[in-house]
């Protein structure tokens, strides 16, 4: 469903991907790791247009996206949501506004059908009666949760997730990662998480791949990744502390 | 590396930019004969550029008019002349001083705002979200914003005439004993059509530059706090003094 292959990009003169060879699973999460500084957000940004790539292809579904522009690219952006790090929650709109945005501009919906959607997705983040707040007057894991529900109101079939568990603390990153693996698991979108969350996303993830000197090293599930002999990437697992090798399936 | 290649650097660095800001403009305009047209964003920045504005433009028009009264009086007494002050004031306000302060004001209170919002958009990736959302955003953020400034600055303009030159009333009549009927005739002997019309194509240009140049800045401004200080900065400086210049070039057209 979505692929890379061979993509290449220099930023400010430094080469970031050096041949990014990826084929992510449909239906599933797949968790992309590495050092910080090694490409995983731009490599996120190229899945969804928002990079191009200096070489190589981006395919979504059969289709080529990386030289596409404008009408033909939003038609393909329109299968995808993505969960930005900072949640980018509109900060002139409430939270009720900010999950109802996409449907309110793209799909140009109004009144009441809003309203069900909107306060669905809310209650399934655990912001139900939240949605009069305005993003500056929530925690961090509210924004993420209110950015989880903006991602899920259009229903999209792929969903990527930029760090999203980052500046939270143990608990509260817990709870978002249960949150987008119920979604996951409830919805079955194809998830594409970048996270540094080391143990914790072995219990999580479908796939794990480790970006490394902007190639991915090794993509497997994780108990197969943790079986590595790569002795760089031992070590960068190893240091995140134990590694559960059953994948644990929250309840939704 | 010579002078003539540095300097071949920094035109060419120049042009570059001036051709990036150009396509932006003209691809923001474009956005206007594409549905959905988004009324209520423009009548959003209207209220934000044009309504929010109108406290500091009557209060710097109503001082320069009364200023100005007062200059023009003390020197059209040196001639006798003292009757032509309200044609003096009327046509100082129409053709220069109403639309190149009412833009510098607007400049300063909208513009820089404007730039900040935007800039503080992208570096919390809110630019990138509608992107991901397949929503354009020039259609959805700058679109409103340039039509709200070529509607907005002009209407400023002619509040900050009409206000510049009843300040100018005040001190000339009110204050120094003109007379009213001088001040007021010799306002209508001497402002033509080409006066007024002049300083509303002024105006309109006025208000193109300042949400052009200032959404510009914003939506390219750097990552960083440093970078949207310097964004807001560039935009404040780039924006005056091209409406200066522009001015120039207007006047000399019209004259």
């Given at each position: 469903m979505l692929k890379l292959v061979g993509v290449t990009k220099m930023l400010g003169g430094q080469p970031v991907l050096r041949g990014i060879d990826l084929d992510v699973p449909e239906g599933k999460l797949t968790t992309i790791i590495g050092r910080s500084g090694e490409g995983k957000s731009v490599l996120l940004k190229h899945m969804i247009g928002l990079l191009q790539p200096d070489s190589g292809e981006v395919w979504v579904d059969g289709v080529e996206i990386s030289r596409l522009r404008g009408h033909a690219l939003n038609e393909v952006r329109k299968r995808f949501a993505m969960l930005f790090q900072g949640a980018a929650?509109?900060?002139?709109?409430t939270v009720f506004e900010n999950v109802a945005f996409p449907l309110r501009e793209r799909l140009r919906m109004k009144g009441p059908d809003v309203a069900s959607r909107v306060d669905e997705k809310l209650e399934q983040v655990g912001?139900?009666?939240?949605?009069?707040?305005?993003?500056?007057?929530?925690s961090g894991g509210m924004r993420k949760r209110a950015g989880l529900a903006r991602a899920l109101v259009m229903q999209p079939e792929i969903i990527l997730f930029d760090?999203?568990?980052?500046?939270?603390?143990p608990l509260m990153a817990k709870s978002i990662h249960d949150l987008i693996t119920s979604m996951q698991r409830k919805f079955g979108f194809t998830a594409v998480m970048v996270s540094h969350e080391i143990p914790e996303i072995f219990g999580i993830s479908d796939y794990i791949a480790m970006l490394k000197h902007g190639k991915i090293a090794v993509m497997a599930e994780p108990a197969e990744f943790q079986r590595t002999s790569d002795p760089e990437i031992r070590e960068f697992i190893s240091v995140g502390g134990t590694m559960p090798l059953t994948k644990v399936v929250s309840g939704v | 590396m010579t002078l003539l290649a540095l300097l071949g650097r920094w035109a060419l660095t120049y042009v570059a930019e001036m051709g990036r800001m150009l396509i932006f403009m003209v691809a923001s305009f474009s956005w206007?004969?594409?549905?959905?047209?988004r009324g209520r964003q423009i009548i959003k920045q209207l209220h934000f550029i044009g309504y929010k504005s109108t406290f500091v433009v009557v209060l710097t028009a109503a001082f320069t008019g009364m200023v100005l009264a007062l200059q023009g009086y003390y020197t059209l007494r040196k001639f006798g002349s003292e009757g032509l002050l309200g044609s003096a004031v009327a046509i100082s306000m129409i053709r220069e001083l109403g639309p190149v302060l009412a833009a510098l004001m607007v400049t300063a209170r909208a513009g820089s705002a404007i730039t900040a919002e935007i800039g503080i958009m992208r570096i919390t990736e809110q630019i990138d979200a509608l992107d991901t959302m397949a929503i354009n955003p020039l259609q959805y953020l700058i679109t409103p914003k340039l039509v709200a400034g070529l509607i907005g600055v002009p209407l400023l303009v002619a509040i900050f005439d009409v206000v510049g030159i009843y300040g100018g009333h005040l001190v000339?009549?009110?204050?120094?004993?003109?007379?009213a009927g001088s001040y007021w005739n010799s306002i209508e002997a001497a402002v033509e059509w080409k006066d007024v019309y002049g300083g509303i194509l002024k105006s309109i240009s006025f208000g193109l530059i300042v949400s052009w140049v200032c959404c510009y800045k914003g939506f390219y401004t750097k990552m960083s706090a440093e970078g949207l200080g310097t964004a807001t900065t560039e935009a404040v400086v780039l924006s005056s003094v091209l409406i200066l210049i522009w001015d120039y070039f207007l006047t000399s057209l019209f004259m």
């Open positions: 929650l509109f900060d002139s709109l912001l139900a009666g939240m949605g009069h707040k305005f993003p500056a007057e929530l760090e999203p568990t980052t500046g939270l603390d | 206007l004969a594409r549905p959905p047209l000339g009549v009110e204050l120094l004993g003109v007379n």
